[in-house]
């Protein structure tokens, strides 16, 4: 078996039921909005509405979304009591349930990584500096009913990523992290995913800022992205897939204003972040696990937040980011050959968080 990534279980915009991506952003009253593709691999979208108001906690930050153990979608976002709080569909593309609390007392939002078995964990950053996480007692089912802490002296919110297989002695998940030194720290699962490490090891690196990104390349190696202080965007992976080595950090260059997203296109990872600009720029390796573009190109846009990636039915990347004027903006691939729309359009609203 290969490796995969949990790419559909860490942000707000996600490839689910119908075929269609779905896309959830924070309202202006603290409510949570979605909307849709109106069919598969389309342009256009339908308008907003609010998930129901039963239990609603007042959210904020950006909310995530991840597909459930019966391929409905769920949604978590911290509330403003510190708590994550989750709603999720009664059944796929179906009425959606009550808001309900996974408790805790957050400093971060939450991240959520999906496990083997197909059940749901939630990480976020404590006030504490650690990593704290809840996970679902079975796929599907009731939660753990508490939160569990991975330690560690850290800055900022996690990155989490999932082993389709398990890579060495028992790996399943691997959790990274800046630490206070502005280095990138990483913890994993050990016993086929029964526990943890039990501490912190560092990837060292450039002075970084904000949440790394951990992605899995075609090799099926980890591989982790990174904003650093020079506004270059920087990256190492691991020499080889599930071995724990990993390889010396590389400058991609670059005059970013922060942190990157990454995706797997037809010839191996591509990597989008906001410019000092406003515009989105990206760059992609040529080939997989060989040399990259060489330079970074834009895609215009006048936007003002991380740009955050999702992939069509057909393959075909969407581009969706936030812009000055608190609407959500989005481009798109119009061909195989990846030639993108070269334009943004707008999904309307005002938001204040995605």
Request: aromatic fraction near 14%.
């Amino acid at each position: 078996m290969g490796l995969v990534s949990n790419e559909k279980c860490d942000q707000p915009v996600i490839y689910g039921p119908g075929e269609r991506i779905h896309v959830f952003a924070q309202g202006r009253t603290g409510d949570i909005m979605y909307c849709q593709q109106a069919e598969p691999n389309g342009t256009s979208f339908s308008g907003w509405e609010s998930l129901p108001h039963n239990h609603h906690p007042l959210t904020t930050g950006s909310p995530v979304a991840a597909t459930t153990f019966g391929a409905g979608l769920e949604v978590f976002a911290r509330g403003l009591d510190g708590a994550i709080w989750h709603t999720r569909q009664r059944e796929p593309g179906g009425p959606w349930g009550d808001w309900e609390s996974l408790g805790g007392r957050l400093a971060g939002g939450p991240v959520i990584s999906e496990t083997n078995a197909g059940g749901l964990e939630v990480y976020a950053y404590g006030w504490d500096g650690a990593i704290w996480h809840t996970w679902q007692v079975e796929p599907g089912g009731a939660w753990f009913g508490g939160w569990a802490s991975l330690g560690g002296v850290l800055a900022d919110s996690p990155s989490v990523n999932r082993y389709e297989a398990y890579a060495g002695p028992g790996r399943e998940r691997e959790v990274f992290a800046r630490g206070i030194d502005n280095a990138i720290w990483h913890t994993w699962t050990v016993e086929e995913g029964k526990s943890w490490f039990g501490g912190w090891d560092t990837l060292g690196g450039p002075m970084t800022v904000g949440t790394p990104v951990a992605y899995m390349d075609t090799r099926g190696a980890m591989a982790v992205f990174a904003y650093g202080a020079d506004n270059a965007i920087w990256h190492t992976s691991q020499r080889s897939p599930g071995v724990p080595e990993y390889r010396d950090w590389e400058s991609l260059g670059g005059r970013l204003a922060g942190w990157p997203t990454a995706k797997l296109n037809n010839n191996g990872q591509e990597v989008f972040a906001l410019g000092v600009d406003r515009a989105i720029w990206h760059t992609w390796e040529i080939e997989p696990d060989g040399a990259w573009f060489g330079g970074w190109a834009s895609l215009g846009g006048r936007l003002a937040g991380r740009p955050v990636v999702a992939a069509n039915k057909d393959g075909r990347l969407q581009v969706f980011a936030y812009g000055p004027d608190g609407a959500i903006w989005h481009t798109w691939q119009e061909d195989d050959s990846g030639a993108w729309f070269g334009g943004w359009d707008t999904l309307g609203e005002h938001m204040t968080g995605f």
